[in-house]
């Protein structure tokens, strides 16, 4: 990390939660020259496949090239697949954002030999809870049905959410309310999720949760991931940064404290250091790989380990 953008983190870090969103801008502006530049050579991008009727129920597929395979198909290992959802506070957000922040995320797994899977989801108000779960959940049946054809391994998925599409992700793995389970993943990754359903005069983003998990504050414990942590045995790993939005590193340690007390095992759990809600996300494939790399140990774990 260059020194300018790590001196700005510091001096944003301890007043980050007191404007989210301009504070978020500032670091997005900066990180803006490094995603640009980002290294994107041998990843082939498909853009817009459709995985559900309505038009924002589409993905974007990132496939590693590799030199010889189309003469020799049959040679290539099949390759582990991520499957990410971006967040937007429950009621914006897109997978290929103008930053390129979330596109690099998934480029930066797919040169490290993954196939990268950015799912875009449906929003609040429009449609609010459970409908973002039925479309990471149907998203995840497409990634299962086909990405074989695309040299994809379906035994070896690792599904990951930030913030909002953290939210999402919990609630497909963990709520049996929804009925899904965690079905085909085999580990999940839960990014500075929003694991509490919370409009306290603390959450800068209250209003994007009642829009989502509906004004009737009395649902919303039984539709917070929170709830149900102790109801997944599937591989988790909880990630929260430093200086994160108001209460989410809160929620991810409770989150992963339930977790330990029901499993009798704790969960991987990692505060990262000297960053923001945004600047996590901003900074894969740049220089810094850290996360990247505590990410990809702890999935070669989960798949060592026998299935759930």
């Not at 990951?160 to 992700?169: D, E, F, L, Y």
């Not at 963990?174 to 079905?183: M, T």
């Not at 990754?189 to 004004?215: C, I, K, M, T, W």
């Not at 996590?280 to 140990?297: D, Q, S």
């Amino acid at each position: 990390m260059a020194e300018s953008l790590k001196q700005l983190l510091a001096d944003i870090g301890p007043r980050w939660h007191l404007d989210i969103r301009q504070h978020g801008d500032l670091v997005k502006s900066a990180y803006a020259p490094l995603l640009a530049a980002a290294p994107k050579a041998g990843v082939a991008v498909q853009r817009d496949l459709v995985y559900g009727p309505h038009p924002r129920q589409v993905l974007d597929l990132f496939v590693p090239e590799i030199p010889g395979l189309a003469a020799n198909p049959v040679a290539r290992q099949l390759a582990s697949v991520v499957v990410f959802v971006h967040g937007g506070a429950f009621v914006r957000g897109e997978k290929c954002n103008p930053s390129g922040m979330y596109d690099n995320v998934l480029y930066w797994f797919a040169r490290q030999g993954f196939i990268g899977v950015n799912l875009e989801y449906r929003l609040a108000p429009e449609f609010p809870f459970p409908a973002a779960v039925d479309d990471v959940a149907l998203g995840m049946q497409w990634v299962a049905q086909r990405i074989a054809t695309f040299g994809g391994d379906i035994s070896r998925i690792l599904l990951a959410g930030h913030s909002a599409g953290g939210t999402h992700v919990a609630s497909y793995v963990f709520d049996p309310l929804q009925g899904y389970q965690g079905l085909y993943a085999r580990a999940v990754v839960l990014l500075s999720a929003r694991l509490q359903a919370d409009v306290s005069h603390e959450n800068p983003n209250a209003a994007g949760v009642s829009a989502y998990f509906g004004a009737d504050l009395s649902m919303h414990e039984l539709r917070s991931p929170m709830t149900y942590a102790a109801c997944s045995g599937l591989p988790t790993f909880v990630v929260t940064a430093e200086f994160d939005n108001p209460l989410l590193d809160v929620y991810g340690l409770e989150f992963a404290h339930r977790m330990a007390v029901a499993r009798r095992r704790a969960p991987r759990y990692l505060s990262l250091r000297g960053h923001n809600h945004v600047s996590m996300l901003a900074h894969f494939n740049t220089a810094e790989e850290f996360l990247g790399r505590e990410i990809v140990e702890f999935f070669g774990q989960a798949c060592a380990s026998p299935h759930v």
